[in-house]
């Protein structure tokens, strides 16, 4: 059996460490988010955000990828399951935008690992298995998580909420056992694909979408909170954005829909400007909601 740490070769992260990780059901849009957010195109002159890096090599190709793939009117390959890549970003906000008092004028420095989505499936059928258990192990190192759930896929609320509750029930005694402060690990649940019409309909009610749409994942998500005394907070994003916002034309062709997995491709390269990607990634690393970077 696989030992992720050994196939990583690395140590045991120190309990200090803030890293991230995404965790979401499969074709939820993992990989998408992280290759948007390291290619980062047409920053809007306008927006919050100065500039996003990648910070190493892997981030570097994955923004590569992101110009091969994306911007040539393909997706991405669902990620392997056996692999487990960590990127890294820094994100620079407008001088405008900082605080007079804040750290906002440092860069942000964002790590996040992303796991395949077949890991949710895995959690509930499989969740003894040395590998799974070496997955949440890892996951217990991260200083915080993004649940990345496609806004468009309610029909699989339950199934979501299954495994999100398992995830909190093996993650709880490894955080204990390592002495973590539960209380300071964040939560937050982004809802991609929210350039969709059914989806956009919500952006200025998050909290009603999800009662609406995902009322199990949100009410395990809620205990979870309330449980750890922790912080959670939601977001609606798109890797793809919108053509035009006024009125709003999404950036997006569909290319199929079936079994509450949505794939589709960027209709148009030249004008693709992702949205609400930072928000999750700056209150993770912060824990300041900050309501510029919010505006999708
Ligand atoms: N409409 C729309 N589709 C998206 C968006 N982001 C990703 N997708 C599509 O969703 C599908 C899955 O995207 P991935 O990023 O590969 O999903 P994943 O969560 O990494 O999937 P696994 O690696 O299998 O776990 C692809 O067809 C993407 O093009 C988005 O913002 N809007
Ligand atoms: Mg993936």
């Not at 077949?118 to 998580?145: K, M, W």
């Not at 964040?186 to 909290?207: A, Y």
């Not at 491709?265 to 919010?294: C, N, V």
């Amino acid at each position: 059996m696989m030992n992720l740490f050994r196939q990583l070769n690395r140590p045991l992260p120190p309990q200090t460490s803030r890293e991230i990780r995404i965790v979401g059901p499969r074709r939820a849009g993992k990989t998408t988010f992280l290759a948007a957010l390291a290619r980062f195109p047409n920053v809007d002159p306008n927006g919050p955000i100065q500039l996003i890096v990648p910070r190493d090599e892997a981030t570097a190709a994955l923004a590569e990828m992101a110009k091969d793939i994306l911007e040539t009117g393909s997706d991405f390959a669902p990620t392997d399951f056996s692999k487990q890549p960590l990127y890294s970003f820094e994100m620079t906000l407008k001088p405008s935008l900082w605080s007079p008092r804040s750290r906002n004028a440092t860069p942000i420095r964002v790590t996040c690992r992303e796991y395949a989505g077949e890991l949710l499936q895995h959690l509930v059928t499989n969740r003894t298995a040395p590998e799974i258990q070496d997955y949440i192990e890892d996951c217990s190192f991260a200083s915080g998580l993004i649940l990345l759930v496609d806004a468009t896929a309610s029909q699989a609320d339950a199934e979501y909420a299954s495994a999100f509750e398992i995830l909190q029930r093996e993650l709880k005694p490894r955080l204990k056992s390592q002495g973590t402060d539960l209380s300071t690990y964040r939560i937050s649940t982004v809802f991609s694909k929210c350039e969709q019409n059914e989806i956009w309909v919500h952006r200025k009610d998050i909290r009603r979408f999800q009662t609406l749409k995902f009322d199990e994942t949100t009410a395990v998500i809620s205990a979870w909170t309330k449980d750890w005394g922790c912080t959670t907070n939601s977001f609606f994003c798109s890797a793809f954005g919108f053509k035009s916002r006024n009125p709003p034309e999404p950036n997006v062709q569909i290319l199929s829909r079936s079994q509450g997995v949505t794939r589709a491709m960027i209709a148009s390269p030249e004008f693709w400007r992702p949205t609400g990607l930072a928000a999750p990634l700056y209150w993770l690393q912060t824990g300041s909601d900050h309501p510029k970077l919010r505006e999708v």
